[in-house]
C-alpha cells in the first residue's frame, strides 16, 4: 500500500522570513499577478503545438523501435537520428515553419507554468505520496520519482496538476505516476528550469516541458508530450503517446497587451498618490490636437497624448488572417510619449557629417548632443527637457513589453534571404544579423504587426535592407535588442530600433523608423532618420507640462474654440469606462492618465534576457507617493538577467532620489543567501548580485530604500531564477 501523506506548505517559511516578499509595502495579503497566466488555475495552453507528442530545439535522437502517438518536429536544428526504427501517428515537422511556430507557443506555455502561482512547496523526493490538484515547486528546485507518486484529481476531471522544476526532473527505473480520483494525463505539467529524464521502464503521466533536454530510458512510455526548449529529446525504444486533442487551436485576440499585463489609468488625488483603476476593455476618449475628446469604439486602443504625455495605451491584436502560420498579429508596441522622437537616447547624441531627422531629437539623463549643428532637424531638440524625460519613462515601458511579448516563432541568427509574416521572433543565439534582403509580408493586413527580439545584438551588413511587401508597415515593426544595434553603410532599414544599450549608424545608412536607446548613445554618420511613415503625429507636442505638488507632469490640453474641453470624471467602477456621448457629439471622458515624469509601471521581462524559456513574473512599480520632507517613492525592481547563466546578475531599481539601498536575496527555504549595501544617486540604479556559486533554482531578493531626504523608505521585491 502506497504511504500518504499532506502536502507540506513550506512556503510560508518563506512569506514568513521575508514578510510576503513578493509584496511591496502597501499591498493586499493576496498578491494580485498583473500576468492574467500567472492567476490561472487552468491547464497550460500549446495553442497551435498541442498535436505535438515529441518537440526538440537540437535535434531528435533514437535508438530501438520507438511509437509516438502524435505530431514531431525540431527547431532549429532539424536533425533526426534513428528514426528508421520510430512509428509516427501524425505528421513530422522536422526544421519546418510549423515547428518553428510550435516552439514559440510552448515557450509562451513554460513561461506560464513557472510563473503561476504556487499551492505549496514539495519535498524533492515524490515518490511514496498522493498530491491533489495544485501548483507545487520542489524545496530543493528539483523533483525526483522514485517508485510511485499518486496524483489524486478528487473526482474533478478537470483538476490541473503543474509541477515547477527550477532545476531537473529525474525518475528511477521502473518508476510510475498513477492517477486517480478521476484525474487526467492531460492535465498534469512537469516544467523544468533545465533537464529530465526518465528511467527504463519509467512510465510518467503528462506533459513535460523543459528548458534544455530530455532524456528517456529503456522502455520508459509517456502519456502526454515531451518538449525541449533548447536541448535534444534522446529516445531508446519508448513509447510516447498524445492523445489529447487540441482544444484550442490558435491564440485568441483579446484587448490587452501583448505581454499580458493589466493596463491601469492613473486617477490623482489631493494628497498626489495615483490610484490605480483596472481598465476593462472598453474605450477611453483622449484629448486630440484642439482638445476636443474623442470616443474610439469599444476595444479599440485607448489612445493618449503625444511627445509630452505618458498615457498609457491599450493595443488590440489584428484579427485579419496572415499568408503565414500565424492566423493573428500581435499587438503594436505602444510608444506614448516617445512616438514622435526620431532619436532618444541615455547617454548623448553624437553626429557626423550632413544628417537628417524627421522627428525629435532628446538625450536623458545625459544632455550631451554633437554634431547636431550639420544635422537637419524637422521637429526640433528637446534635449533634456520634461518631455524628453517622459519620453523615456514611456521608452523603457516600451522596450518591455515588446522584449516581453510572447514568442511566435524562432529564427537562426541572419536574416537575410529571408521572408517572414506577421509574428514575434526571437533567435536562441542571441544575435541577430541581416546580409542582404530581409522581406516582411503582410499577406494584405495593413495592421500586421513584426517584433524581432534579440537578447544581444543587431548588425546589419553593408548595402543590407529590409523590404515590406503585401500591406506591411514601417509603423508596425519593432526592434527590441537586449545590448546595441549597429547598421551597417548604406543600410535601408525600416521599424522602430528599442535598444537596452546603444545605436550606431555607419555612413549612408537610413531608416523609416526610430532609434530609440534606453540608457546608451546614439552615433550617426551622415544618415537619414524619417519618422513619417511611423510617427502617429510627428512634429506635435500635446499640451503643456505643468509641475504638479507631487513632482509629476500633467499635459494640460490646448482647447479650440468651440469645442469641448475634456474635464475629470468619478473613476468608473469595474465593468465600466466607456466614454458617454454629449449632444454635440464630443465626450465628457477625461484622458486615462495624467502623464509623470516618473515610471509608473515597472518592466515586464528584463532587458537582455534570453527569450527562450525565460520564466518570469511581473513587478508592478506602486505609482508615485508624496513623502513630507522627503522625495516621491517609486518602490519597484526586477532582476536582470533572468534565467541567471553566469557568474553575476543585477537587480535594477529606480530611486526618485539619492539613499541607501539594501538588497538581500533569499531562497526557496527562506534562507539569507546574500546582502548588498550600497549608496545609489537617483534615477534607474543597479546593484549587482554573485550568482556563480548559487546552486540552479529560483530566488527571491528584496529591496530597501533609506532616501536622504526625509529618511523616507520603501520597498519592493521579486524573484528570479539560476540556470548555469
Known amino acids: ?110 513561461n506560464d507554468g513557472m510563473g503561476r502561482t504556487d499551492t505549496g512547496t514539495l519535498a524533492p523526493e515524490l515518490g511514496g505520496t498522493t498530491v491533489t490538484a495544485g501548483t507545487y515547486n520542489s524545496s530543493t528546485t528539483v523533483f525526483t520519482i522514485t517508485g510511485a507518486v499518486t496524483l489524486d484529481g478528487g473526482g474533478d476531471p478537470n483538476a490541473v496538476f503543474i509541477f515547477q522544476a527550477g532545476g531537473t526532473l529525474t525518475t528511477a527505473a521502473n518508476s510510475a505516476v498513477l492517477l486517480i480520483g478521476n484525474a487526467q494525463a492531460k492535465n498534469v505539467f512537469w516544467v523544468v528550469g533545465s533537464s529530465a529524464t526518465l528511467g527504463g521502464g519509467a512510465d510518467l503521466q503528462g506533459s513535460v516541458v523543459a528548458s534544455a533536454s530530455i532524456s528517456l530510458g529503456t522502455g520508459a512510455t509517456v502519456t502526454g508530450r ?74 479599440t486602443a485607448t489612445s493618449s497624448p503625444t511627445a509630452g504625455g505618458s498615457a498609457t495605451t491599450t493595443p488590440t491584436p489584428s484579427t485579419t488572417p496572415t499568408n503565414g502560420p500565424y492566423a493573428v498579429s500581435p499587438a503594436p508596441v505602444p510608444l506614448n510619449g516617445a512616438d514622435g522622437y526620431a532619436i532618444l537616447a541615455g547617454s548623448g547624441i553624437t553626429n557626423t557629417g550632413n544628417s537628417s531627422a524627421s522627428g525629435y531629437l532628446g538625450s536623458y539623463p545625459t544632455a550631451s548632443e554633437t554634431g547636431l549643428g550639420s544635422m537637419a532637424m524637422s521637429c526640433g531638440d528637446h534635449g533634456s527637457d520634461s518631455f524628453t524625460q517622459t519620453a523615456k519613462n514611456d521608452l523603457l515601458t516600451a522596450y518591455n513589453l515588446a522584449a516581453g511579448a510572447a514568442t511566435t516563432a524562432m529564427v537562426g541568427t541572419e ?70 544595434a549597429t547598421l551597417g553603410g548604406n543600410t535601408a532599414f525600416v521599424g522602430t530600433i528599442l535598444a537596452f544599450q546603444s545605436i550606431t549608424l555607419v555612413t549612408g545608412a537610413s531608416i523609416d523608423g526610430r532609434l530609440l536607446a534606453v540608457n546608451g548613445a546614439v552615433t550617426m554618420d551622415t544618415v537619414a532618420i524619417n519618422t513619417a511613415p511611423v510617427a502617429a503625429s510627428p512634429c506635435v507636442v500635446v499640451g503643456t507640462p505643468t509641475p504638479t505638488p507631487n513632482g509629476s507632469l500633467t499635459a494640460s490640453p490646448s482647447p479650440t474654440p468651440g469645442t469641448a474641453t475634456p474635464t475629470p470624471t468619478p473613476t ?39 527569450f527562450t524559456a525565460t520564466p518570469t513574473r511581473t513587478t508592478v512599480i506602486p505609482a508615485a507617493t508624496a513623502t513630507p520632507g522627503g522625495p516621491a517613492v517609486i518602490g519597484g525592481a526586477y532582476f536582470y538577467p533572468s534565467p541567471a547563466k553566469g557568474s553575476a546578475g543585477a537587480t535594477v531599481y529606480y530611486l526618485s532620489g539619492p539613499g541607501n539601498v539594501t538588497v538581500k536575496v533569499y531562497n526557496q527555504a527562506g534562507r539569507l543567501v546574500d546582502t548588498i549595501q550600497e549608496s545609489k544617486a537617483g534615477g534607474w540604479q543597479s546593484s549587482t548580485v554573485t550568482v556563480g556559486g548559487f546552486a540552479n533554482g529560483v530566488y527571491y531578493y528584496v529591496v530597501k530604500v533609506s532616501y536622504a531626504a526625509g529618511g523616507t523608505e520603501t520597498q519592493s521585491a521579486g524573484k528570479f531564477v539560476v540556470l548555469h
Open 415 to 484: 536574416l537575410g534571404g529571408s521572408t517572414l509574416p506577421t509574428g514575434v521572433y526571437a533567435t536562441a543565439a542571441g544575435t541577430l544579423g541581416l546580409t542582404g534582403i530581409l522581406t516582411l509580408d503582410a499577406g494584405g493586413n495593413t495592421n500586421a504587426v513584426f517584433i524581432f527580439k534579440a537578447a544581444s545584438t543587431l548588425t546589419t551588413a553593408v548595402g543590407s535592407s529590409v523590404v515590406l511587401i503585401n500591406g506591411a508597415q514601417a509603423k508596425n515593426v519593432f526592434w527590441a535588442i537586449g545590448s546595441s
Open 226 to 299: 515531451l518538449m525541449a526548449l533548447t536541448g535534444q529529446v534522446t529516445m531508446l525504444g519508448n513509447t510516447i503517446t498524445n492523445n489529447f486533442g487540441c482544444p484550442v487551436l490558435s491564440p485568441t485576440p483579446s484587448s490587452t497587451p501583448a505581454s499580458g499585463t493589466q493596463t491601469v489609468s492613473a486617477s490623482p488625488t489631493d494628497a498626489g498618490t495615483a490610484t490605480p483603476t483596472p481598465v476593462v476593455g472598453t474605450a477611453t476618449a483622449s484629448p486630440t490636437e484642439g482638445g476636443t475628446a474623442t470616443p474610439t469604439p469599444a476595444g
Open 1 to 110: 500500500m502506497k504511504q500518504s501523506y499532506a502536502v507540506l506548505a513550506l512556503l510560508a517559511l518563506v512569506t514568513g522570513a521575508m514578510g510576503r516578499p513578493l509584496l511591496a509595502i502597501g499591498s493586499s495579503p493576496t498578491p494580485t499577478p498583473t500576468a492574467t497566466a500567472n492567476a490561472s488555475t487552468g491547464p497550460l495552453n500549446f495553442q497551435d503545438a498541442c498535436s505535438f507528442a515529441v518537440l526538440g530545439a537540437a535535434g531528435l535522437t533514437n535508438s530501438g523501435n520507438t511509437a509516438i502517438t502524435g505530431d514531431v518536429g525540431t527547431y532549429s536544428d532539424p536533425s533526426e537520428t534513428g528514426f528508421g526504427t520510430v512509428s509516427v501517428t501524425g505528421t513530422n515537422h522536422g526544421g519546418d515553419p510549423i515547428a518553428a511556430a510550435a516552439q514559440g507557443y510552448v515557450n509562451t506555455a513554460f
Open 572 to 610: 468608473p467602477s469595474a465593468g465600466t469606462g466607456t466614454p458617454s456621448a454629449t449632444p454635440n457629439g464630443t465626450s465628457t471622458a477625461s484622458p486615462a492618465a495624467s502623464p509623470t515624469n516618473t515610471p509608473v509601471s515597472s518592466p515586464t521581462a528584463s532587458p537582455g534576457a534570453t
